[in-house]
Nanobody
Framework: QVTLVESGGGLVQPGGSLTLSCAASPRIYSSDAVNWYRQAPEKQRELVAGITNGGWKKYADSVKGRFTISRSSTTVTLQMSNLNVEDTAVYYC??????????WGQGTQVTVSS
């Protein structure tokens, strides 16, 4: 069983930056894939960024060059810069084990508004 807890969301002006953190308990194994998803109101949840169990990083086209994902043995981080109103959403941390078990955090709200 893995518990994921996101933090770092909030209100930011367009062009601003935020860093989201996802604390994993007990830990993240190198065989785990980790991802950040987001869901805006009345929209489907979408993949924002991820790191595969092979260490490859992937990003949605809409965030390439603005967001950076990283991981340690206990934390998944999403650094977000040059935010715009379209980035407003609830952001969710996801971990998928080598056995295809899926875990989700409770989400953290990011609001980009002037």
């Amino acid at each position: 069983q893995v518990t994921l807890v996101e933090s770092g969301g909030g209100l930011v002006q367009p062009g601003g930056s935020l860093t989201l953190s996802c604390a994993a308990s007990p830990r993240i194994y190198s065989s785990d894939a980790v991802n950040w998803y987001r869901q805006a109101p009345e929209k489907q949840r979408e993949l924002v960024a991820g790191i595969t169990n092979g260490g490859w990083k992937k990003y949605a086209d809409s965030v390439k060059g603005r967001f950076t994902i990283s991981r340690s043995s206990t934390t998944v981080t999403l650094q977000m810069s040059n935010l715009n109103v379209e980035d407003t959403a609830v952001y969710y941390c996801n971990l998928r084990t080598a056995r295809d078990q899926n875990y989700w955090g409770q989400g953290t709200q990011v609001t980009v508004s002037s």
